[in-house]
């Protein structure tokens, strides 16, 4: 898993002032230094995530973060990099159903154990795995213009209802898990009964609505301006950005009944250049609540901190995903059925969507 070679090895030095393992290197106990590079979503989650945290890491510990937007399909794309025997990234901001399978894989760090024992009492009980650290914890939650389609729809099965509700829809185009938990609530199956996934069941239902589908979402920025600027209507989007768009005062309403439960992890990578100060990076961010608290309070999505929410407006916090109210009848993700069928499952929604 590791760069054997002594040019890979020098190459590794120039990029991130490290070379090794990440057990090695967390091993060392020498102060972290060099270059974190960081895989997110190219979003403004990243963008704020580096105002709030990154830059302020860099000037208490000299160790600069770079941001690269490569999390989007980070399973082939580390499956890739770990066969060329070349991983770019030290640190990784992946969904959980995307770690299940690196992590059964073999392509992430399990977190070393010193590490662990100080991140473990910053979070809630279980918040922290053995490979990685709490990030977002979001939903996939339909939302509705008011203002466009009266009435709105509550459960999937009226989004499915094309007559009852009309307007121009939208759906996550990479939300294969998503869509196929939707579908399955619209056929009429409850959220405690979704998993394991019927899937010939899901993509039948998923025919139904193909064709009613005005626009296919592929980020979250877009999610946001297409209800904004009234291109779509209705559909399921990222609570995070439902949240923004409701406190605009626009009309637009976020349903929680049905949504899909789901979260974010920093996990490390193996072979990950300077490993060590990614999990500086990680200790850091457990040890400051406060400026959490700001990031959860300006991009409104939770995070498994309890400290932080000290610094969260309470109107915020119980309009949170994980706030019990809305938790209560989501759907949760069974991820040893995900780490058993993704790979197939994945295939078959790209082969359905660009058919």
């Not at 090695?24 to 895989?39: L, Q, W």
């Not at 000299?62 to 499956?79: H, T």
């Not at 974010?264 to 990614?278: C, I, R």
């Not at 069928?341 to 359905?352: A, H, I, P, S």
Request: with cysteine; net charge negative.
């Amino acid at each position: 898993m590791r760069r054997l070679a002594l040019a890979g090895c020098l190459g590794a030095l120039l990029l991130a002032s490290g070379c090794g393992g990440a057990g090695e290197e967390a091993a060392t106990g020498s102060r972290p230094s060099g270059t974190v590079v960081y895989s997110g979503f190219g979003s403004g989650s990243d963008e704020l995530a580096d105002e709030l945290m990154f830059k302020p890491f860099a000037t208490e510990t000299g160790v600069k973060v770079k941001l690269d937007a490569s999390s989007e399909n980070i399973v082939a794309k580390l499956r890739a990099a770990e066969q060329a025997g070349n991983v770019p990234w030290s640190l990784i901001r992946a969904e959980e159903e995307d770690i299940v399978v690196l992590e059964q894989d073999g392509l992430i760090e399990p977190l070393p154990p010193e590490v662990k024992a100080k991140l473990v009492p910053r979070f809630g009980p279980g918040a922290v795995t053995d490979y990685g650290v709490p990030f977002i914890d979001y939903s996939s939650v339909l939302v509705c213009n008011s203002r466009l389609v009266n009435p709105c729809p509550r459960t999937m099965a009226d989004f499915w209802d094309t007559e009852r509700f009309k307007g121009p829809r939208t759906m996550y185009a990479d939300g294969w898990l998503d869509n196929l938990v939707f579908a399955l609530e619209a056929d009429g199956v409850s959220p405690e009964e979704i998993f394991p996934l019927d899937v010939d069941r899901a993509f039948r239902k998923l025919d139904e609505i193909r064709d009613s589908i005005d626009v296919w979402w592929t980020n979250s920025e877009q999610a946001e301006q297409i209800f904004r600027d009234g291109e779509v209507a209705l559909g399921p989007i990222w609570s995070g950005r439902a949240a923004t768009l409701a406190s605009e005062g626009k009309g637009i309403e976020v349903e929680f009944e049905g949504a899909l439960l789901a979260r974010e992890l920093w996990v490390v990578p193996k072979g990950a250049p300077n490993a060590q100060a990614a999990y500086a990076l990680m200790e850091w961010y457990a040890t400051h609540p406060a400026i959490v608290g700001d990031y959860i309070t300006e991009r409104r999505n939770g995070i498994d901190m309890p400290d932080a929410y000290a610094n969260v407006p309470a109107e915020i916090a119980n309009a949170l995903p994980t706030a019990p109210t809305n938790s209560a009848n989501q759907v949760k993700v069974d991820f040893d059925w995900v780490a058993a069928n993704r790979d197939e499952v994945f295939r078959r929604w790209q082969e359905w969507l660009t058919r």
